[in-house]
């Protein structure tokens, strides 16, 4: 079962508008998270991450929401460059170090 | 640094047939993690390990799939024996911490 779910496989941003990519996950005890971006035939790049004691962290033209009632998460990408287009994985840590991804998302920033 | 470094960057083998995958960390990195990735389940950590030490192992699918790492420049990822659904890209990371790994290019696996 996919604790950690990415319901929009792609997403298509004009440049220079946001993009958001939403993540949810099932298990209220992920106490860290974390963003990745992936270029073809590379492996992931770590982006960004939150503790799961903030609701927000920033990082130049990135952000992550964290909403922990809703157990949602969201990475903010503003504003958006065509060398954002990349595949964005969310990920999340359970207390006992165990790491448990999405399925990536497809982001394809539009000149 | 030359980052991680995997071997070999695409491997095709039969059914059957034992399957070994190297990692190369970087230098200094006291975590090392293998991945997998598939279309339909995306990315999921293996087996990691610190200070050259399985530490979890609990996403290694079955006991066909094995990782070791005899020393801190060095680990394999064996399966043996292998099967088609095993296809996938296999990615190999290090880090200082266990929240910020840095990636391999990835082994493109094909078993036919």
């Known amino acids: 079962d996919q604790q950690v779910k990415q319901n929009s496989p792609s997403l298509s941003v004009q440049e220079g508008r946001i993009s958001i990519l939403n993540c949810d996950y099932t298990?209220?005890?992920?106490?860290?998270f974390l963003w990745y971006k992936k270029y073809p035939a590379e492996g992931p790049t770590f982006l960004i991450s939150i503790s799961s004691i903030k609701d927000k962290n920033e990082d130049g033209r990135f952000t992550v929401f964290l909403n922990k009632s809703a157990k949602h998460l969201s990475l903010h990408i503003v504003p958006s460059q065509p060398g954002d287009s990349a595949v964005y994985f969310c990920a999340a840590r359970w207390a006992g170090n165990q790491f448990y991804f999405g399925t990536g998302t497809s982001l394809t920033v539009i000149p | 640094d030359a980052g991680v470094i995997q071997s070999p960057r695409h491997e095709v083998t039969e059914m059957g047939q034992e399957v070994t995958l190297r990692c190369k960390p970087i230098?200094?990195?006291?975590?090392l993690f293998w991945y997998r990735q598939t279309m339909m389940r995306g990315l999921e950590l293996l087996i990691y390990?610190?200070?050259?030490?399985?530490?979890?192992d609990s996403g290694m699918p079955e006991d066909r799939f094995s990782a070791k790492m005899p020393n801190a420049s060095f680990s394999t990822l064996k399966i043996q024996p292998s099967e088609p659904r095993d296809s996938a890209v296999y990615f190999c990371?290090?880090?200082?911490?266990?929240?910020?790994?840095?990636f391999g290019q990835g082994t493109r696996l094909t078993v036919v």
């Open positions: 298990n209220s005890m992920f106490d860290y």
């Open positions: 390990f610190n200070n050259n030490v399985p530490i979890d």
């Open positions: 990371a290090s880090g200082k911490t266990i929240l910020e790994a840095f």
């Open positions: 230098s200094g990195h006291d975590y």
